[in-house]
């Protein structure tokens, strides 16, 4: 293991339970990808070419957002306590690398899960994208690489619950209907709450 990697491992085993709540929800993040396009858009005027006003109602759109991170969230603060330079380097470049630094904390801690778990595609996955530290891989995985990883490794869950000879006829059906259906949806919701609620 690289130690940026079991350094990132150390910080989101530590900051979990304080995280456990901005964590994307099954990888529900923001779309963070192209700053500069998005806050161009949001706005109608590129960001080079906006007066104050609008740098810091650009700002203050993105600290709204509930998907912001820490990392965000702390330079978004410093850029508006700065200048009207720093808060055009903010929208142009320092969203996207806070951003990603927050990408960073949140696939550590999904690979500290995964870990536990015993959730072998999603363990290979966070690992390469800690490895290339690409902003882009890693907010795009976020988005929904996480999602079908985590029904990969679902799926095979559930499908070992039928080697299990004791396994009751209810849950048995339970499973299969699980697996007929297939969506991550489906496949996390029974991992994780639908194969307790089978009575038998």
């Known amino acids: 293991m690289r130690p940026t990697r079991a350094a990132l491992l150390v910080v989101a085993t530590a900051l979990t339970p304080a995280l456990l709540f901005t964590a994307p929800a099954f990888a529900g993040g923001s779309a963070a990808g192209a700053t500069t396009t998005s806050v161009a858009a949001v706005s109608g005027t590129p960001v080079d070419e ?11 759109v993105i600290l709204a ?8 969230v702390r330079e978004a603060n410093e850029a508006l306590n700065g200048t009207v330079e720093d808060m055009r380097a903010f929208l142009k470049t320092g ?3 806070a951003q990603a630094e927050d990408d960073r ?3 550590a801690r999904i690979l500290h899960v995964a870990t536990q778990n015993h959730d072998k595609r999603v363990i290979e996955e966070a690992n390469k994208l800690l490895d290339s530290d690409s902003p882009e ?36 059906a339970a499973v299969n209907a699980a697996l007929d259906d297939g969506s991550p949806e489906t496949l996390r919701y029974f991992r994780e709450v639908g194969q307790y609620e089978v009575d038998g």
């Open 50 to 60: 906006m007066s104050e006003d609008e740098l810091r109602t650009a700002i203050a």
């Open 65 to 72: 957002d509930e998907d912001s991170g820490q990392g965000v």
């Open 95 to 97: 969203y996207r690398l």
């Open 105 to 107: 904390v949140a696939i």
């Open 137 to 172: 891989e890693m907010r795009a995985w976020l988005e929904s690489g996480y999602r079908l990883a985590q029904a990969e490794d679902d799926a095979v869950y559930i499908v070992r619950m039928l080697t299990d000879p004791n396994i009751s006829d209810a849950l048995r």
